[in-house]
Nanobody
Framework: QVQLVGSGGGLVLPGGSLRLSCTAS????????LAWFRQGPGKEREFVAV???????YYSDSVKGRFTISRDNAKNTVYLQMNSLKPEDTAVYYC????????????????????WGQGTQVTVSS
């Protein structure tokens, strides 16, 4: 059974940093795209970042230049380094894994991802 477990969330001051981690079990994900989404209060779940199985990263415009996604295939883990955090970054952050290996087109939509973590809360507030 595939399971994704996210961690690293918390309360941080505006301008601060956090690093989220998400470790997968039940399958090796080295040939799958891995992504982060978030859902703020009263909002739809939205795309944040994705790293392809080739190691190419894509970001939403709202986090580009502040967040960095990376992966460690040996640990079956994806990370999201979040810098210069803003109150509008407050959300539950979800990691996700594509269900199809070696895809040619990276997806930024929820429907492409078959596996999801439980979510980790990030609160940016003074």
């Amino acid at each position: 059974q595939v399971q994704l477990v996210g961690s690293g969330g918390g309360l941080v001051l505006p301008g601060g940093s956090l690093r989220l981690s998400c470790t997968a079990s039940g399958r090796t994900f080295s040939n799958y795209d891995l992504a982060w989404f978030r859902q703020g209060p009263g909002k739809e779940r939205e795309f944040v970042a994705v790293i392809s199985w080739r190691g190419i990263a894509y970001y939403s415009d709202s986090v580009k230049g502040r967040f960095t996604i990376s992966r460690d295939n040996a640990k079956n883990t994806v990370y999201l380094q979040m810098n210069s955090l803003k109150p509008e970054d407050t959300a539950v952050y979800y990691c996700a894994a594509d269900g199809v290996p070696n895809t040619r087109v990276v997806a930024t939509t929820r429907g492409r991802y078959d596996y999801w973590g439980q979510g980790t809360q990030v609160t940016v507030s003074s």
